[in-house]
Nanobody, 115 residues
C-alpha cells in the first residue's frame, strides 16, 4: 500500500516556474520507476516525464529543455521542476509509481498558466 500526494501546483504567468512534488509513503521508493503525467480539459492524459530507479529520464517532446524530473530517494519524493511555462502546460498533473505488477496514481495537482 502506497500513498502518493502531489503538491506545488498553482497559478503562474507565462514564462514563470513551478516545482511540483510527489511524496510517497512507501519504503523501497528507490526501487520504483516514477513519472509525471498531465491531463488538460478536453484532452487525454499524457506522459510528461519519467525516471527509472537507476535515474534514467525520459521527457515528452513538448517539455524537453523546460522541465526536469528528479527524485530524492532518502525523502521518498519525486519532483518536477517546470520552467518557461506556457499556457499549453495548463493541466492537472499526476504522479505515478510503477510497481512490478501495478501502477499507483496520486490525486493530482492543478497547474494553470495564464497568458
Amino acid at each position: 500500500q502506497v500513498q502518493l500526494v502531489e503538491s506545488g501546483g498553482g497559478l503562474v504567468q507565462s514564462g514563470g516556474s513551478l516545482r511540483l512534488a510527489c511524496a510517497a509513503s512507501r519504503s523501497g521508493f528507490s526501487l520504483l520507476s516514477m513519472g509525471w503525467y498531465r491531463q488538460a480539459p478536453g484532452k487525454q492524459r499524457e506522459l510528461v516525464a519519467t525516471i527509472t530507479s537507476g535515474g534514467s529520464t525520459n521527457y515528452a517532446d513538448s517539455v524537453k529543455g523546460r522541465f526536469t524530473i528528479s527524485r530524492d530517494n532518502a525523502k521518498n519524493t519525486l519532483y518536477l521542476q517546470m520552467n518557461s511555462l506556457k499556457p499549453e502546460d495548463t493541466a492537472v498533473y499526476y504522479c505515478n509509481a510503477q510497481f512490478p505488477s501495478y501502477a499507483q496514481w496520486g490525486q493530482g495537482t492543478q497547474v494553470t498558466v495564464s497568458s
